[in-house]
């Protein structure tokens, strides 16, 4: 099964996000095991703490300190092992996949380290984001039609 993007992973903890309620609605499918072998790759945890300590996630209205990097990643630590969901390791196949399509299908660092992950796990990610589209051997499963699906 997929590499699960961040925009999902957020989204679905982010209770004020528009897209919560589908991404909740696909931790519980994974949970449920209706969705299966899903996976994170291991640069969404760097890009979710990047962008807490840069104040694009806030925390409580505001930028995050030190401890609520902390707090937020206990929280995601304990909702990754109920949700049994696995992070994907870095490897060098990882980052020579994801130069690649930094180079060939113009994704940006981060875009191209998930869809490298997904190309080397199974082919398939679930994202709503459409810059995936352009990556010839990638199935891009949107949330909404895989909540829908079940």
Do not use: W
């Not at 996000?17 to 991404?23: L, T």
């Not at 996949?97 to 191209?112: I, N, P, Q, V």
């Amino acid at each position: 099964m997929p590499v699960l993007e961040v925009d999902v992973l957020y989204a679905g903890l982010d209770r004020d996000d528009p897209h919560s309620e589908v991404c909740s609605r696909i931790f519980n499918m994974v949970r449920e095991r209706r969705l299966k072998n899903v996976r994170i790759c291991s640069l969404a945890l760097h890009e979710l703490e990047l962008n807490l300590k840069a104040g694009n996630i806030l925390v409580h209205g505001r930028k995050a300190d030190l401890d609520d990097i902390v707090g937020f990643f206990e929280d995601l630590g304990r909702l990754l092992t109920l949700y049994r969901l696995d992070v994907l390791a870095l490897t060098c196949e990882e980052i020579i996949e994801a130069a690649k399509l930094r180079r060939d299908c113009g994704l940006s660092f981060y875009d191209s380290h998930h869809a490298a992950a997904a190309l080397l796990f199974d082919s398939e990610i679930i994202s709503m984001d459409g810059a995936y589209d352009a990556v010839a051997k990638l199935k891009r499963t949107d949330p909404y039609s895989a909540a829908r699906e079940q």
